[in-house]
């Protein structure tokens, strides 16, 4: 088909005319338009909020929803969000919420208590008409002390809780207190973790299983419409096959960037490379209930013995930092670095042993996982501890599992078979409270909890119970930098590493920030 | 041959059975379980009793599998504990990517694996010949996941000729040859194996057969070479090729599962491999019998196609 001459000259001038525009908005900054596509590490298991349990598919999903309270944009600093202010009670049993008014979900309902309500109630109640939409295996696990949720008017809500409960704040913020669309919930049943309804920067597109998952921009939002057109998410499970996405210009950008490639990549000058220290710890637990573990100064020689700053450089090539306690450095009010330090010392190591009666050396069981969520390289660290303790007469024989069989076997407790065991945890309310009323309280001692070396200090319990009665932040802070004075001396734990996660860019995307809790925000991001 | 259909097809039933069976203990009595990697180490121990029951996980073994069995026969898989879509539309969709990548890299297998083979055949003992062989087994020998990886550097990366993964340009920008471009990769590297395999057993099944006596015949009457080898000569050696072809597709069922991971390609092998590693049964049962069911019915269809192959086979 043949084009006349004046038509094809008004295509070239209006090609050149958007050509001129775009190079100029490009100086500007904050450009509005385009598609991001970003790389995941695995297929999305859910969109729904409240099902979830994968760090991965919730990352998605702050592009879709929005919780009550948020952090800021660079700590954990509660800010208002779809709850624009608070206040607690003095016994700490009730919980009060202003709701943002005019917020509509993306189906055109509207935001309000009664929504909240729903969404609580089918988390919470087994018998509610739309618990059928479960199983919420972390529903009960940071709300479970709320007893009932209020609708006091249109725009306020209450939380009554059945005990005080001082992480709750903090817990709001997470995956699981995104706001789902009530309407939606009753139109689609099960379907609806495909198809999502939020309030947020984003509204679902499209899911195509194992290769995409796409949203467009909500130009109604209550924060100021975000940049981007759209964002494309796509699961590249093999990390390799991610690499090379980034490299040839599939993928925009790409999360967990392999250690091996970590150096390629900030020397390449196409590509940029962003990391931020997380809430996360990764620690071999230690069995109290038997010899040799049983004996303190056995358990800080271990700390003595292994080169934690090697693990850091050499196998996580920069991807961790040492571990000094049992709280990460980024939950800053709750972190203190005054604790008992170890340094790295073989010689110390081998002297403690001997004074405690093992000059001969040791024999130890290691139990570590072939991989596994947290886990970043459980093998290679699992190897270099294990050499470090060569080093100073003691074997330790490594069995390894499957993730699944692993949590099986950590979770029922060591007993006689293991003497030390590999961990690892994410923090992402940004509150230590649900973690170490987990691993470290003796209440939670295996098989009850996920205390596996059954460590007990009447202390910690206390300091543990306390900071949970309690709402004044400060305070807590104080209480669980106490624990940790606490447990870097009793040393349960060998304290290992706290990861450092990342992603690289291509240099055409602009204002993408890692949050320390480890998800990640769509709204500001721009594009060249 | 009516008759063997029907038989075949009954007996058919009876392996679906058997391996159900066999998916459902193997899943069970393994160690870890769902409600266990669902909450990972934030496992309270009341939390996992709670969530066992709400999978309906804490009934007996085999009340649990006759509850899974009497529903799949009414066609309900059940439910992807992960996803909470119906298995059925889950495995089906995600078998299509499949079928079309071992589709098109059996066809490649065939067609060039014959070709191949009778080129070789042809010119025995010539450098070609033992070029050919060579290059066959070195492509046996070589790691499906390796060679991936391989093309993707060299044909992705360093000259960006091809997409290096997935099933189509993650902007939706493609065109209409998006779906052949994506497709090249994976498929060679996914014949590789069955090329070389289909290409040494045509060469050595074709000259067996151009060493009987009926070729001699053949050639007495005066036929030409090409006439001898179209009529003659290639339907008895496609004989012995044709077992293999039913066994290669079982092969490209499973080998498809590393290609699809180092591809990104959303096919079956790659789900069932993050199934099982979630252990959610529902997903896995219904994962495997379709691959059961559809390797079954390959190696019927072969089965089938001797019979006009060989006119000396005769079913039932």
Request: glycine letters at 8%.
């Amino acid at each position: 088909m043949k084009k006349s001459r004046s038509i094809r000259a008004f295509w070239s001038v209006l090609a050149v005319f958007v050509l001129v525009l775009s190079s100029c908005t490009a100086l500007t900054g904050g450009k509005k338009g385009g598609s991001f596509v970003l790389g995941l590490v695995a297929e999305p298991t859910s969109l729904d909020p409240a099902t979830l349990t994968d760090i991965n598919s919730m990352r998605i999903l702050s592009s879709i929803y929005d919780t009550l309270v948020r952090f800021d944009e660079s700590g954990f600093d509660l800010k208002p969000a779809l709850a624009t202010k608070w206040t607690v009670s003095p016994d700490g049993l009730n919980y009060t919420f202003e709701l943002r008014k005019g917020v509509k979900f993306h189906d055109g309902s509207a935001f309000n208590a009664a929504a909240v309500k729903f969404n609580f109630d089918r988390m919470l109640d087994p018998k509610n008409q739309y618990a059928n939409t479960g199983p919420f295996p972390f529903g009960g696990f940071y709300y479970g002390s709320i007893k009932e949720t209020k609708v006091v008017d249109d725009s306020t809500v209450q939380f009554i809780l059945s005990q005080p409960y001082s992480p709750l704040l903090n817990s709001l913020t997470l995956n699981q207190g995104r706001i789902v669309s009530p309407d939606a919930v009753k139109k689609y049943g099960k379907d609806f973790t495909q198809n999502p309804v939020g309030t947020g920067p984003f509204k679902f597109s499209e899911w195509q299983h194992g290769v995409r998952v796409v949203v467009t921009r909500n130009d109604e939002y209550w924060d100021g419409a975000p940049l981007l057109d759209k964002i494309v998410f796509r699961p590249i499970p093999d990390e390799q096959t991610r690499y090379t996405e980034l490299k040839s210009g599939n993928a925009d950008a790409i999360v967990d960037v392999p250690p091996d490639n970590v150096a390629q990549v900030k020397a390449d000058s196409k590509f940029t490379f962003i990391e931020q220290p997380g809430p996360h710890i990764w620690w071999v637990s230690l069995n109290m209930q038997k010899a040799p573990f049983d004996k303190v100064a056995v358990r800080q020689a271990m700390m003595y013995a292994i080169n934690r700053d090697a693990i850091s450089k050499d196998i996580l090539k920069g991807t961790g930092t040492v571990a000094s306690g049992p709280i990460p450095p980024s939950i800053k009010w709750a972190y203190t670095d005054d604790v008992t330090k170890y340094t790295y010392d073989p010689n110390k190591a081998k002297q403690m042993l001997a004074d405690a009666g093992y000059a001969s050396g040791l024999k130890l069981t290691f139990w570590v996982p072939e991989s596994g969520s947290g886990m970043q390289s459980p093998k290679s660290m699992a190897t270099a501890i294990q050499a470090d303790l060569a080093k100073i007469g003691v074997t330790v024989d490594i069995k390894t599992f499957e993730w699944g069989a692993y949590l099986g076997k950590y979770g029922a407790g060591f007993g006689t078979d293991a003497d030390m065991a590999a961990m690892s945890f994410m923090l992402d309310p940004g509150d230590p409270a649900p973690y170490l009323g987990l691993v470290a309280d003796s209440a939670a001692s295996a098989p009850a909890g996920f205390n596996g070396g059954y460590y007990k200090s009447a202390t910690v319990d206390k300091l543990l119970h306390d900071a949970l009665a309690t709402t004044d932040q400060a305070q807590r802070g104080k209480l669980y930098q106490q624990v940790a004075q606490q447990m870097t001396k009793d040393v349960p734990w060998i304290f290992i590493d706290n990861q450092i996660q990342n992603a690289a860019m291509s240099t055409k995307v602009h204002d993408l920030k890692l949050h320390p809790s480890f998800y990640i925000f769509f709204t500001k991001i721009w594009m060249d | 041959m009516g008759r063997y259909l029907v038989q075949r097809l009954l007996s058919l039933v009876g392996v679906l059975f058997g391996v159900s069976l066999i998916v459902f203990l193997a899943l069970h009595l393994a160690p870890g379980d769902p409600a266990q990697l669902l909450l990972g180490p934030l496992a309270r121990a009341d939390d996992l009793v709670r969530l066992r029951q709400e999978l309906g996980l804490d009934e007996s073994l085999p009340v649990q599998y006759l509850k899974w069995i009497s529903h799949a026969l009414q066609g309900d898989l059940g439910r992807s504990i992960s996803s909470h879509r119906p298995v059925l539309t889950d495995i089906l969709e995600r078998f299509q990517a499949t079928a079309l990548l071992a589709g098109v890299s059996l066809a490649i297998a065939v067609g060039v694996g014959l070709a191949i083979g009778i080129f070789s055949a042809a010119r025995r003992g010539q450098w070609v010949d033992r070029m050919a062989m060579v290059v066959a087994l070195v492509s046996m020998s070589m790691p499906s996941f390796w060679l991936g990886m391989i093309l993707i550097i060299v044909f992705s990366l360093t000259l960006g000729w091809l997409p290096g993964t997935g099933m189509s340009s993650p902007r939706g920008d493609g065109g209409p040859f998006d779906l052949i471009a994506h497709l090249i990769l994976p498929a060679i590297t996914l014949a590789a194996v069955p090329t070389a395999i289909v290409s040494r057993l045509t060469r050595s099944s074709m000259l067996e057969v151009l060493g009987q006596e009926f070729v001699r015949t053949g050639r007495g009457k005066g036929l030409s070479e090409r006439q001898l080898i179209r009529r003659h000569v290639l339907p008895n050696t496609l004989i012995g090729v044709a077992t293999i072809v039913g066994l290669e597709a079982g092969y490209l069922l499973a080998g498809a599962v590393l290609v699809e991971t180092v591809f990104a390609w959303p096919g079956l092998g790659a789900l069932l491999v993050t199934s099982i590693l979630k252990r959610d049964f529902p997903l896995v049962q219904g994962g495997v019998m379709l691959i059961a069911l559809v390797y079954v019915l390959v190696n019927l269809a072969t089965d089938v196609a001797y019979a006009y192959l060989d006119p000396r086979i005769r079913y039932g």
